[in-house]
């Protein structure tokens, strides 16, 4: 199985920050990377598909970026609605597998 | 606008099987190219990919879970459906059921979720 390791596992931050979350492959996965946002007791939200290509109706304030086995999603000035956890997940190969999370928690 | 919901007992004993229905509105379940998924998350934890399925009846597993998994579809009813047999607390997770586009290769519309808690 492809291990996917994101950094950091938590972090705090302020409205208005610019924040940034990476995740590892253990192997290259080209591009076949997505970002997702959950929320407690919620379905995680498609952010970014593709490393890099947002999601329809998903803010600008996101981007994604990288590919083979080191990428970032960058949230460009946090908004209050926001503060959630994010995964990464990877579609390179079977199992698909997913980050173990990042927790982004208000300071 | 595509919906999935999910439907299912809450409680299943140990050893026995769990059964689920993702129910999809909104759209045909045989139109476009999509995989039709699911995916668990115990409380607290992370996604595991559990398996998909084609509308031609392909069907991907994951492998940790594959000698216990079956997922099916009914195009009849705009369903699809998952199969866990012999399950045990450590199948106790939410479990959600989605949708994946071929041409992104990712889950673009989700269920709400609906837990299953595996104990006698």
């Known amino acids: 199985d492809v291990q996917m390791t994101q950094s950091p596992a938590s972090v705090s931050a302020s409205v208005g920050d610019r924040v940034t979350i990476t995740c590892r492959a253990s192997?290259?996965?080209?591009?076949?990377l997505a970002w997702f946002q959950q929320k407690p007791g919620k379905a995680p939200k498609l952010l970014i598909y593709?490393?890099?290509s947002l999601q329809s109706g998903v803010p600008a304030r996101f981007s994604g970026s990288g590919s083979g086995t080191d990428f970032t999603l960058t949230i460009s000035s946090l908004q209050p609605e926001d503060f959630a956890t994010y995964y990464c997940?990877?579609?390179?190969?079977?199992?698909?597998?997913f980050g173990q999370g990042t927790r982004l928690e208000m300071k | 606008q595509v919906q999935l919901q999910e439907s299912g007992p809450g409680l299943v004993k140990p050893s026995q099987t769990l059964s689920l229905t993702c129910t999809v509105s909104?759209?045909?379940?045989?139109?476009?190219?999509?995989?039709w998924t699911w995916i668990r998350q115990p409380a607290g934890k992370g996604l595991e990919w559990i398996g998909r399925?084609?509308?031609?009846?392909?069907?991907n597993y994951n492998p940790s879970l594959k000698s216990r998994v079956t997922i099916s579809v009914d195009t009849s009813k705009n369903q699809f459906s998952l199969r866990l047999t012999s399950v045990t607390a450590a199948d106790t997770a939410v479990y959600y059921c989605?949708?994946?586009?071929?041409?992104?290769?990712?889950?673009?519309?989700w269920g709400q979720g609906t837990l299953v808690t595996v104990s006698s």
């Open positions: 593709d490393a890099s």
């Open positions: 909104g759209g045909s379940i045989t139109r476009g190219s999509y995989f």
């Open positions: 399925i084609f509308i031609s009846g392909d069907t």
């Open positions: 997940q990877q579609s390179s190969s079977f199992p698909v597998t």
């Open positions: 192997q290259g996965i080209s591009s076949w």
């Open positions: 989605a949708r994946e586009s071929v041409d992104m290769a990712s889950h673009d519309y």
